[in-house]
């Protein structure tokens, strides 16, 4: 089984991890963080998971390059900027970057994807789809067929992009967000959950979707005049 160390110590490394552990296709040995980060460890040795924690800046001493390789583990921080260069960093250390591709998730022999990549249980990648470097891909996002995916960018759970879209260099895709087919979206831009794109935008263009307004009653008041007779409880 191949040998692998996590960098990252936070929620995205816990999902990474936990998927990991159930598919049994790598050996996590160790979690790593640069060194400001790591937690007091009261004079004795850090463990996450049961596995040490190591310092980033000396993790080759630890684990040379050639005896294990890497999945940098973190979110989309500084619109994923962070964790392209954690990538640099790691590779420049020798590390071999892995990626975690679901088989829970739907999609075929056709997909070549890069580094890095986090690819979750139910994304659906259609025929055609190019898939960058260090791309994060959550549960049932769908990728429309013939997209091209560009390095860094974060797609969350049930985003949906139509045929034939270009997505930038590290931008940010929210929950539910919609992008039409046949569209560009530049680098750097920013899609806020449930947010809907029907034409292309420019570099660093940012999207947001008004949220529902609260509606006037409380719950309980709202349930109660609501209740359907067939519940058993005439309407009132």
């Known amino acids: 089984m191949k040998r692998l160390i996590i960098f990252g110590l936070g929620k995205i490394s816990d999902v990474a991890y936990h998927h990991l552990v159930r598919d049994n296709e790598y050996q996590v040995v160790a979690f790593t963080c640069?060194?400001?980060?790591?937690?007091?460890?009261?004079?004795?040795?850090?463990?996450?998971?049961?596995?040490?924690?190591?310092?980033?800046?000396?993790?080759?001493?630890?684990?040379?390059?050639?005896?294990?390789?890497?999945?940098?583990?973190?979110?989309?921080?500084?619109?994923?900027?962070?964790r392209a260069k954690k990538c640099q960093e790691a590779k420049a250390k020798g590390y071999t970057l892995i990626s975690y591709v679901s088989p829970r998730a739907d999609l075929g022999p056709w997909l070549e994807v890069g580094e890095n990549c986090l690819i979750l249980d139910g994304v659906g990648v259609q025929p055609g789809v190019q898939i960058g470097n260090n791309v994060s891909l959550w549960n049932n996002a769908l990728?429309?067929?013939?997209?091209?995916?560009?390095?860094?960018?974060?797609?969350?759970?049930?985003?949906?992009?139509?045929?034939?879209?270009t997505l930038g260099e590290r931008s940010f895709v929210g929950l539910n967000a919609t992008i039409g087919g046949e569209?560009?979206?530049?680098?750097?831009?920013?899609?806020?959950?449930?947010?809907?794109?029907?034409?292309?935008?420019?570099?660093?263009?940012?999207?947001?979707?008004?949220?529902?307004?609260?509606?006037?009653?409380?719950?309980?008041?709202?349930?109660?005049?609501?209740?359907?007779?067939?519940?058993?409880t005439p309407k009132k």
């Open 34 to 82: 640069d060194a400001e980060w790591l937690p007091p460890a009261d004079g004795r040795e850090n463990m996450h998971f049961g596995h040490p924690v190591l310092p980033f800046e000396d993790i080759e001493r630890h684990y040379p390059p050639e005896s294990v390789s890497m999945f940098v583990a973190i979110g989309y921080h500084d619109l994923n900027a962070l």
């Open 183 to 232: 569209l560009s979206i530049g680098a750097d831009c920013f899609l806020g959950a449930a947010s809907l794109v029907v034409k292309s935008a420019a570099p660093r263009s940012v999207f947001i979707a008004r949220s529902t307004d609260k509606f006037r009653l409380e719950s309980d008041v709202f349930l109660r005049m609501t209740m359907m007779p067939a519940l058993g």
């Open 143 to 165: 990728i429309g067929h013939h997209s091209v995916i560009h390095d860094h960018c974060w797609i969350a759970a049930g985003a949906t992009l139509g045929g034939v879209v």
